[in-house]
């Protein structure tokens, strides 16, 4: 299987956009793709076997102009130099967007955790931990969860790292569980993101949230999250999708409902909701895609709006919860039919304003009530999109356009 996340063809051909018409000298241009610092380590793991295997991992800090790198590890079989670095850039732009007081970072080690016990990942993660921590710190560069690593590997990560170390160190990782240092609100923080930018967009729009209807493809972390938020505001979320289909329904469907059977882990197809209407697989997806809806929320994987089927999209805005779910040809077909997209760096940046969050009441030994992490998020999330907002309309360019000159702006005035 290919790695999930491949933004950076995608970001590349936006950054010249933004730093176009930003004016920038090549050589700031050509800057923004260079890291700061590259690392390789070799891990060798005692397997359950007793054999004992070699690893490769990497750590790449794109740019701390803005603060401490930040960007998440991930464990992949094809995580490979090139990869973490692509990544690395595009968290850049994303904290500086968000207002975060971050650079960009990403890590990673080419592994396919599957073929792995729990004992096994655990030595690999605590060998990592060993490995870059004389460039990772609190202060520095702090990773955070990616595909295929979760809180017990930050918990190994954050444990090995005070060993090594010889102090405690809660905030060298986040992502934790809350019991170790982890904030509340993380785990819905990227769907209250999405839903407080649709509230925002349709409030710049002059449109209402309330009664608009919604198609969300994604049941996950994001897209079910969003569901919820979007619906208990009064949206009508239309139509639904998961990997074994999409529910539709042109009065709303009951997210109430699904949300409750999502929470044991149960596909879309399996539940039965009366007034609702399954379409399995990729054609149900590919439907939810088209569907007759005022906001399309692509939250399940990268490069589903394409080429191919852009000029059939009828939404007229679209909001990307997922990383990537546009391709550089996709987006000129939509900016040339007039819709409107919030980019996934704005769009799903409530997950990492969180993450900051988390390293902030670690680093002060707080601990912020729901209340206090929804009220800040909300603070932060509605002044990037304000900010994205004007730049949109003073330089009369695409939304996406306007992050990435928000982004890299803020970035030079920094430096
Ligand atoms: P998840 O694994 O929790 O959920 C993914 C959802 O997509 C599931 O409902 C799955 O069934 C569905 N899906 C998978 N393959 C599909 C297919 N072929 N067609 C339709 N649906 C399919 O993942 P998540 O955490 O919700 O992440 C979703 C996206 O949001 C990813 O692009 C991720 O990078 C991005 N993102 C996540 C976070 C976060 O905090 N979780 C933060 C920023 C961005």
Not at 62 to 85: A, Q, W, Y
Not at 215 to 228: C, H, L, R, S, Y
Not at 262 to 283: I, K, M, Q
């Amino acid at each position: 299987m290919k790695s999930q996340y491949q933004p950076f063809e995608n970001a590349k051909a936006v950054i010249r956009k933004a730093a176009d018409a930003l004016h920038l000298p090549e050589e700031t241009y050509r800057f923004l793709f260079c890291p700061e610092r590259e690392l390789t380590v070799s891990l060798p793991v005692k397997m359950d076997d007793g054999r004992t295997e070699i690893f490769s991992g990497y750590r790449v800090q794109h740019s701390s102009v803005l603060g401490p790198c930040k960007g998440g590890i991930r464990f992949h079989p094809d995580t490979n130099m090139e990869e973490v670095k692509a990544l690395s850039c595009w968290m850049t732009l994303k904290c500086s967007v968000a207002g975060l007081p971050f650079g960009g970072g990403k890590g990673g080690i080419t592994v396919d955790p599957s073929g792995l016990s729990e004992a096994e990942k655990e030595r690999l993660t605590r060998a990592y931990a060993r490995a870059i921590a004389p460039i990772v710190g609190e202060t520095r560069d702090v990773p955070a969860p990616d595909v295929n690593t979760n809180g017990q590997i930050m918990t190994w990560f954050y444990e090995e790292y005070s060993q090594t170390v010889g102090k405690d160190c809660p905030a060298v990782v986040t992502g934790k569980p809350i019991e170790k240092g982890g904030s509340l609100g993380r785990s819905e923080a990227t769907g209250r993101g999405v839903w407080l930018i649709c509230a925002e967009l349709m409030k710049s729009l002059g449109k209402e949230l309330r009664g608009a209807r919604v198609a969300i493809q994604g049941n996950g972390n994001v897209g079910g999250m969003t569901a919820k938020f979007l619906s208990e505001a009064g949206s009508k979320i239309v139509a639904l999708s998961d990997v074994s289909g999409a529910l539709f329904c042109p009065d709303g469907l009951d997210i109430a409902k699904i949300h409750e059977c999502s929470l044991s882990h149960r596909l879309l197809s399996t539940l039965d909701l009366p007034g609702a209407t399954f379409v399995p697989g990729d054609e149900g997806n590919r439907m939810l895609l088209e569907a007759d809806a005022d906001l399309l929320i692509p939250a399940a994987m990268e490069n589903q709006i394409t080429a191919e089927n852009a000029a059939r999209i009828r939404a007229p805005y679209i909001v990307e919860a997922a990383n990537g779910p546009t391709t550089v040809e996709a987006d000129a077909i939509l900016d040339a039919a007039g819709k409107i997209v919030v980019p996934d760096i704005l769009a799903n940046s409530g997950g990492v304003t969180v993450s900051y969050f988390e390293w902030k009441q670690n680093m002060e030994q707080e601990r912020w009530t729901l209340e206090e992490v929804n009220d800040r998020l909300y603070t932060m999330i509605t002044g990037a999109f304000a900010t994205v907002w004007q730049t949109a309309k003073e330089y009369r360019c695409s939304l996406r356009t306007a992050a990435y000159m928000a982004a890299i702006q803020r970035i030079i005035n920094a430096e």
